[in-house]
T-cell receptor, first 115, second 114 residues
Framework: AQTVTQSQPEMSVQEAETVTLSCTYD???????LFWYKQPPSRQMILVIR????KQQNATENRFSVNFQKAAKSFSLKISDSQLGDAAMYFC????????????WGAGTKLIIKP | NAGVTQTPKFQVLKTGQSMTLQCAQD?????MSWYRQDPGMGLRLIHY???????DQGEVPNGYNVSRSTTEDFPLRLLSAAPSQTSVYFC?????????????FGPGTRLTVT
């Protein structure tokens, strides 16, 4: 069975600096997708970034980028120029590449931004 | 588009009571699902549906029922509430077109069972 592990329950970063959140996963599949979701205090789950396993190029969305290491089964999220609005829980999620729509979730990392 | 809507936002139940959490989406998505979120854990899938009239169990289905009579609506029923069902519940929907099957979430329902 696939699993997703986020080993950092909490991280803090100074405003305007860069922080990296870790995520590792375990799968025997070769075709899959990975996601990072943000959950601010409002509880709303917001998709931050996504990555196809067959693409070697790391996904980037503005200040958010990933470091996808397929052989190591690692999918870390880098947030550059951290802003106060980035404070939230961040969840890593995995989906198999076939018609299975189910997401497997990590336990989350709480990100604190220090002004 | 309203996206995915859930009602109520908060609910307190006594042990043994039943209730229905409502979920609706206006994006014509085929796939809908219910998750629960507990402290220190990722979201866990309760039930899901790949289309009207089709439902299936997820990881933690016990104590919950679902039905999908229309594409838009996917209610979650708690049959006899227990304190272990105290949690935040999220409904999500996804199109099965494209490749990512990106899931869109409702705002959640915080349920407390006393």
């Amino acid at each position: 069975a696939q699993t997703v592990t986020q080993s950092q329950p909490e991280m803090s970063v100074q405003e305007a600096e860069t922080v990296t959140l870790s995520c590792t996963y375990d799968t025997s599949e070769s075709d899959y997708y990975l996601f990072w979701y943000k959950q601010p205090p409002s509880r709303q789950m917001i998709l931050v970034i996504r990555q196809e396993a067959y693409k070697q190029q790391n996904a980037t969305e503005n200040r958010f980028s990933v470091n996808f290491q397929k052989a190591a089964k690692s999918f870390s999220l880098k947030i550059s120029d951290s802003q106060l609005g980035d404070a939230a829980m961040y969840f890593c999620a995995y989906r198999r590449g076939d018609s299975n729509y189910q997401l497997i979730w990590g336990a989350g990392t709480k990100l604190i931004i220090k002004p | 588009n309203a996206g995915v809507t859930q009602t109520p936002k908060f609910q307190v139940l006594k042990t043994g009571q039943s209730m229905t959490l409502q979920c609706a989406q206006d994006m014509n998505h085929e796939y809908m699902s219910w998750y629960r979120q507990d402290p220190g854990m990722g979201l866990r899938l309760i039930h899901y549906s790949v289309g009207a009239g089709i439902t299936d169990q997820g990881e933690v289905p016990n104590g919950y029922n679902v039905s999908r009579s229309t594409t838009e609506d996917f209610p979650l029923r708690l049959l006899s509430a227990a304190p272990s069902q105290t949690s935040v519940y999220f409904c999500a929907s996804s199109s099965v077109k494209g490749q990512f099957y990106e899931q869109y979430f409702g705002p959640g329902t915080r349920l407390t069972v006393t």
